[in-house]
């Protein structure tokens, strides 16, 4: 069983960068693909990014593509998700998520994660 703790979050302007980090238990976290979704309250659970476990592979949402870079530190347990120029549309709760490997593809669904964080909140706002 992976458990992760997110922290990185807070309140900040528009146009600013965060850097979010989810911390893992010891002695799994490299098997399993790692990946960053957010919620705002009433509405979908939404993929944001994810790593492979090899960390050779990564995918992103189409709303943070070009502004985002997500990365991992095994010797850290540890996974990192960055986000440049802030909106308020970024606003949300953060979660960090572990998959199973399973086939080639990079999991994008929620629902191929096994082991979720509690979240950290990010708050863009004037």
């Known amino acids: 069983q992976v458990r992760m703790v997110e922290s990185g979050g807070g309140a900040v302007q528009p146009g600013e960068s965060l850097t979010l980090s989810c911390v893992g238990s010891?002695?799994?976290?490299?098997?399993?693909?790692m990946g960053w979704f957010r919620q705002v309250p009433g509405k979908e659970l939404e993929f944001v990014a994810v790593?492979?476990?090899?960390?050779?592979?990564?995918s992103y949402a189409d709303s943070v593509k070009y502004r985002s870079a997500i990365s991992r530190d095994d010797a850290k347990n540890t996974v990192y998700l960055q986000i440049r120029s802030l909106t308020p549309e970024d606003t949300a709760m953060y979660y960090c998520?572990?998959?199973?490997?399973?086939?080639?593809?990079?999991?994008?669904?929620?629902?191929?994660?096994?082991?979720w964080g509690q979240g950290t909140q990010v708050t863009v706002s004037s």
């Open positions: 998520a572990a998959a199973q490997p399973k086939g080639w593809d990079l999991p994008l669904n929620r629902h191929a994660y096994g082991y």
């Open positions: 790593i492979s476990w090899s960390g050779a592979s990564t």
């Open positions: 010891e002695g799994t976290f490299t098997r399993y693909h």
